[in-house]
């Protein structure tokens, strides 16, 4: 069962601030998290391929084959400001 400090410790690396209502409200969601958790950990999985999906997923990238770039001038067409033949972004404010 999870805590009330460890639900402050993660919320804090979280960088979140949680009122007492919500403290209270994710220990108790967060230990019903981790008794599913502990009741998956307990099944025999062995010969049981990892999931990335729910269903079959067929490759829907196209191929990677080369082409040719697109003319310099024509890429900066659309850009709003240009400098020394590239875009023109603004420096990063401190």
Do not use: K, W, Y
């Amino acid at each position: 069962m999870i805590d009330r400090e460890t639900v402050l410790h993660v919320a804090r690396l979280a960088r979140l601030e949680l009122s007492e209502e919500e403290v209270e409200q994710m220990v108790g969601e967060l230990g019903r998290v981790l008794e599913h958790i502990e009741t998956i950990a307990e099944l025999d999985l062995d010969g049981v391929a990892p999931t990335s999906h729910v269903v079959e997923v067929a490759n829907t990238l196209r191929p990677d084959e080369p082409e040719p770039c697109l003319p310099r001038e024509r890429v900066l067409e659309s850009a709003p400001a240009t400098l020394d033949d590239g875009f023109a972004v603004p420096s990063p404010q401190a």
